[in-house]
C-alpha cells in the first residue's frame, strides 16, 4: 500500500523578478509577527500582498524551526478544500479517521511553523476556520494571511499594504531616486529598455505617470512595459486618455480601482487580437500552466476555422493551434503572464488580477465560458489518461511532479463536470481516472472527497461509477474506514460483474483483499491473494494492480512465517517491474524482500533490501513507504545489535508516521513491531538510553534521516572520543543552531542569546531544545565540550 507525495511548491515562490525596496513595511511585519499568531496583510489587488508576505516570511524564516509554509488559495473555489490546500502545503499525507481540519491541527500541535496563506478573499469564512482551529489548537503555528478583506477574527492583527510613495512631480526631486515607485518603473523599463534609467529630464514625467497609477505596483509594471514602443511622456498622455474615459463611465468606482482598471485595460487594448482572447481564455486555468494547456484551452473546438465577432467581439472564436504559443510569448512580454520553471519546462500563471479581468472579459459572450472550461475539463482528462497508461514505468518521479503541478487545474475541472448539469459522468471518470494519483500519491483525503461527491452526482450503473466505488472503497481503508471501504468495494464488484467489465472487478477484487489483510484476516488474505495470483492478469487490469496482488501475497506470507513462498513470489514480481522498468511497486517488492528475510533471520539480507527499497521509495518521494521500511530497519538494526542506532531509526520513523497516522492506522500487526522494537531496545541501553536517542531520531529532517538510515557520509563529524557526552555521527545542526551552540559554549544565558541575535527569548530557547536533542545532550556544558571539539 502506498503514499507517494513528491514535493510541490509549498516553500517560499520563486520571484522572477526584482523586488523593490518596502523596508518601512518589512519591518511592520515582521515585528507584528513577533507579537502576533495571526497578522494579515490588506489590500487592494496589484498593490503587492502576496510579494511583500513572501519577503517577510523569508526575513523570519529562522525563528521557525520546522519552517516557512505557503499555501496558494487563488486557484481554489470550493471552501471544502482549504484545509486539505494547508495540509500538502505542510507536507501531511493524513490517513487517520479525523475530519479534515482536526487532523490538520493534530499533526502540527507541537510544530513551530509560520503558515503564509495568500489570497483569502474569496474564501474568507474557510480561511478564517483554518486560523482558528489552528490558533487555538497549536501554540507554535502563526498565519500570515493576504486578503483584500480582513478575516474577523479577534485575534487578527492587520497591517495594511499601502501603494508604493510617489514624489511631487512638481517638488523637489533631487531624491527621486529614492522613491520605491520610481525605483520599480526604472527597474522594468530597463528590462524593455536595456540602458533606461531615471534622468533630470524625464525624472518628473516618470514622477507624474507613477503618481497618476497612485503607486499601484501592478499598475506601474504595466505601463512599463509600454516603454518597449512609447516614451515616458507618450505613455503618460495615453493614460490619461484611458483614465478620462473609465472616470466619465463609472464615477462611483473607488479611485484606486479606477487606476488598475485602466492600466488594465489599457494594456488589454494594446494586445493583438488573438492575445486577447488568448488571455480572455486562459483565465479558466488556476494556478500555473503549461503550453499544452494553453492550447487545449485557447484552441476552437473547429481548429479555428471561422468565429464571427460580436459585441465583445474579441472573446469569440478563431485561435488555431500555431497561433498560441505567439500569443502566449506576446502576453509574456507584456507582463500579463509570468514566466516560472515546473517539471517538464516552463510554465506560466496569471496574476491573480489578470485572471480575473479575463474571465469578465470571456463572459461578455454567452456560452464562452461554459466552452473554455469544457476544453479545459477534456484536457485534464486526456493528460491524467495518459498518465495513468504510462504509470508502470519509469517515469513515475517525473508523472507525479506534473500532477502536483497541475493540481489546481485538476481541482477546477473536477469542480466544473460536477457542478455543470450534464457533465457530472465526465468528473467521475476524470476522479476514477487519477486512481493512481490518490492513492500513491498520499492524497486519499482529497481523493475521497470528490470521489464522494461524484458517486452522488452520477448514479448510474456505468463502468465509470464501478471504478470509482473500487476506489473509493480502498481510500476509505486507507483512512481507517474498514467497513465502508468493504462495502464500497463489493459493490464495485457486483456492478463490475453484472456490465462484465472484468478489469473493474479485479481491482475491486484486490481492495477486497486488502481490506482482509489490514484487518488481520490473514487466513482469507492468503487464500484471496493466492487466488488471484494464479488467475493471472485479467484483460485490461493495469499492471500496477497485478504488482501489487504479489505484494500483498509476500506480506501474507511473511507474517504467516512461510517466508520461503514469499521471497518466491517477490522475485517474480520484481521480474515484472525490472521489464517495465517500474519503480513504485518494485519499492514494495524489496520491503517485502526485506521482511521475508527477518522472519528467515537473516538479518544482513533484510537490511540490504529494506536500504534498497527505502532508497527507491526516496526517489519516488513515497511518505507512507518510507514510514513502513523506517520500521523495519529500525527491527533488523535492534536484532543486528546496534540498539542506539536503532532507537535513532525508531524516533525518525514516529516522526514520519505524525504526519501520516499517529496509530499506524491501528494495524495490530505494525503497533506491535514497533512495540516490540522499542522494548528490545530498552533492554539493552535502557529507558533513558532508549529517550534520548529517539528524540535525537525524531529531530532529524527527512533528508538528514534517510541519509542516516543509508549510512551514506554526512558533512559533520561527531566530537572525538573522551568529550562528556558523544553526538551521533552524522547529526548536522543549521547555521543557526551551529550560531546559538558557540554562543552557548561562551557561557552565554537564552535571554543573552537572544539580545546578541535580535530574536525573541522564546526563540533561543527553542534552538536550545533543538539543538540537545540533536545531538542527544542533556545540559548546556555538553554542548559547550562539544563545540570546543569542533575547532
Known amino acids: 500500500m502506498g503514499g507517494s507525495a513528491p514535493r510541490r511548491d509549498r516553500h517560499l515562490p520563486v520571484e522572477t523578478t526584482s523586488f523593490v525596496d518596502r523596508r518601512g513595511e518589512l519591518t511592520e511585519g515582521r515585528e507584528l509577527l513577533a507579537r502576533a499568531r495571526l497578522v494579515t496583510l490588506t489590500g487592494p489587488g496589484g498593490v503587492g500582498k502576496t510579494r511583500l508576505a513572501a519577503r517577510i516570511a523569508a526575513r523570519v524564516a529562522r525563528a521557525f524551526p520546522d519552517g516557512v509554509r505557503f499555501v496558494h488559495l487563488s486557484g481554489l473555489r470550493d471552501p471544502a478544500l482549504v484545509p486539505l490546500a494547508a495540509a500538502c502545503a505542510l507536507g501531511l499525507h493524513d490517513h487517520s479517521a479525523q475530519p479534515p481540519l482536526a487532523a490538520l491541527v493534530e499533526h502540527v500541535r507541537d510544530r513551530r511553523t509560520l503558515l503564509v496563506v495568500d489570497n483569502c478573499e474569496h474564501l474568507l469564512d474557510a480561511c478564517a476556520e483554518l486560523a482558528a482551529a489552528l490558533l487555538r489548537g497549536t501554540t507554535g503555528i502563526r498565519v500570515l494571511a493576504t486578503s483584500r478583506h480582513r478575516l474577523g477574527l479577534t485575534e487578527e492583527h492587520l497591517m495594511e499594504v499601502r501603494p508604493l510613495p510617489v514624489p511631487d512631480p512638481d517638488g523637489d526631486l533631487s531624491a527621486a531616486e529614492g522613491y520605491p515607485a520610481l525605483t520599480l518603473f526604472a527597474d522594468r523599463a530597463a528590462a524593455v529598455v536595456p540602458g533606461f534609467r531615471i534622468t533630470a529630464g524625464n525624472r518628473a514625467a516618470v514622477a507624474r505617470l507613477c503618481r497618476r497609477l497612485d503607486g499601484l505596483p501592478l499598475a506601474i509594471e504595466l505601463a512599463a512595459v509600454r516603454m518597449r514602443v512609447l516614451g515616458v511622456e507618450q505613455l503618460l498622455d495615453r493614460l490619461d486618455d484611458r483614465y478620462r474615459l473609465l472616470t466619465a ?154 500532477l502536483r503541478a497541475d493540481q489546481d487545474n485538476l481541482r477546477a475541472a473536477l469542480d466544473h463536470s460536477l457542478s455543470t448539469p450534464g457533465e457530472e459522468l465526465a468528473g467521475l471518470r476524470l476522479a476514477g481516472t487519477l486512481w493512481f494519483y490518490w492513492h500513491a500519491c498520499g492524497a486519499p483525503r482529497e481523493g475521497l472527497y470528490w470521489l464522494d461527491r461524484a458517486l452522488d452526482a452520477a448514479p448510474g450503473p456505468t463502468r465509470e461509477r464501478a471504478r470509482g466505488l473500487w476506489l473509493s472503497g480502498l481510500l476509505a481503508a486507507v483512512t481507517r474506514d474498514l467497513a465502508q471501504g468493504r462495502r ?133 518521494h513515497d511518505a507512507i513507504g518510507i514510514a513502513l521500511t523506517l520500521d523495519l530497519l529500525a527491527a533488523v538494526t535492534a536484532r543486528r545489535g546496534a540498539h ?65 538510515a543509508l549510512q551514506e557520509p554526512q558533512r559533520l563529524p561527531g566530537p572525538p572520543a573522551g568529550a562528556p557526552a558523544r553526538a551521533e555521527p552524522g547529526v548536522r545542526l543549521t547555521r543557526r543552531e551551529t550560531e546559538v551552540a558557540h554562543l552557548v559554549a561562551e557561557g552565554l544565558a537564552n535571554q543573552q542569546i537572544a539580545d546578541r541575535l535580535v530574536i525573541a527569548r522564546r526563540t533561543a530557547e527553542g534552538h536550545v531544545e533543538r539543538i540537545l536533542s540533536k545531538l542527544g545532550f542533556s545540559n548546556r556544558s555538553q554542548i559547550a565540550a562539544w563545540v570546543s571539539a569542533q575547532r
Open 249 to 402: 463611465g463609472s464615477p462611483a468606482v473607488l479611485p484606486r480601482h479606477q487606476t488598475l482598471r485602466a492600466a488594465v485595460d489599457w494594456s488589454h487594448d494594446l494586445c493583438t487580437r488573438q492575445e486577447q482572447l488568448v488571455w480572455a481564455r486562459l483565465s479558466v486555468l488556476a494556478g500555473s500552466f503549461d503550453l499544452e494547456a494553453a492550447e487545449a484551452v485557447s484552441v476552437d473546438e473547429d481548429d479555428g476555422e471561422g468565429g464571427d465577432e460580436s459585441e465583445g467581439g474579441d472573446e469569440t472564436g478563431g485561435i488555431r493551434p500555431r497561433d498560441v504559443l505567439e500569443a502566449v510569448a506576446g502576453l509574456v512580454d507584456k507582463s500579463v503572464l509570468c514566466r516560472e520553471p515546473g517539471p517538464g519546462g516552463v510554465r506560466y500563471r496569471l496574476l491573480d488580477t489578470l485572471r480575473h479581468y479575463g474571465l469578465d472579459r470571456l463572459r461578455r459572450v454567452p456560452g464562452q465560458e461554459a466552452a473554455a472550461r469544457r476544453r479545459q475539463r477534456d484536457w485534464m482528462l486526456r493528460r491524467a489518461a495518459t498518465c495513468e497508461r504510462t504509470w508502470f514505468g519509469p517515469g513515475q518521479p517525473e508523472t507525479v511532479a506534473r
Open 644 to 708: 542506539e542506532r536503532a532507537a535513532v531509526l525508531l524516533g525518525g520513523a514516529d516522526r514520519v508516521w505524525a504526519d501520516i497516522d499517529t496509530g499506524r492506522w491501528g494495524a495490530r500487526i505494525l503497533t506491535a513491531a514497533r512495540r516490540e522494537s522499542e522494548e528490545r531496545v530498552c533492554r539493552a541501553v535502557g529507558r533513558d538510553g532508549f529517550e534520548r536517542a529517539h528524540r535525537r531520531g525524531g529531530a532529524l529532517g527527512l533528508t538528514e534521516l534517510v541519509g542516516y
Open 488 to 620: 464500497r468495494a463489493e459493490d464495485a464488484l457486483a456492478l463490475a460483474r453484472r456490465l462484465g467489465e472484468a478489469a473493474e472487478a479485479a481491482h475491486a477484487e484486490y481492495v477486497i483483499g486488502v481490506i482482509r489483510l489490514f484487518g488481520d484476516d490473514l487466513s482469507g488474505a492468503l487464500e484471496h491473494f493466492e487466488a488471484s495470483v494464479a488467475r493471472g492478469r485479467v484483460p485490461g487490469q493495469h499492471l500496477s494492480v497485478v504488482g501489487l496482488d504479489r505484494v500483498e501475497l509476500a506480506c501474507t506470507l511473511s507474517f504467516l512465517g512461510q517466508a520461503e513462498r514469499a521471497v518466491a513470489v517477490c522475485e517474480e514480481a520484481l521480474r515484472l517491474c525490472e521489464e517495465h522498468g517500474e519503480q513504485w511497486v518494485r519499492s514494495y517488492v524489496l520491503r517485502m524482500l526485506a521482511l521475508a528475510h527477518t522472519v528467515r533471520k537473516d538479518w544482513r539480507r533484510a537490511e540490504r533490501h529494506a536500504r534498497e527499497a527505502l532508497r527507491l521509495k526516496t526517489a519516488v
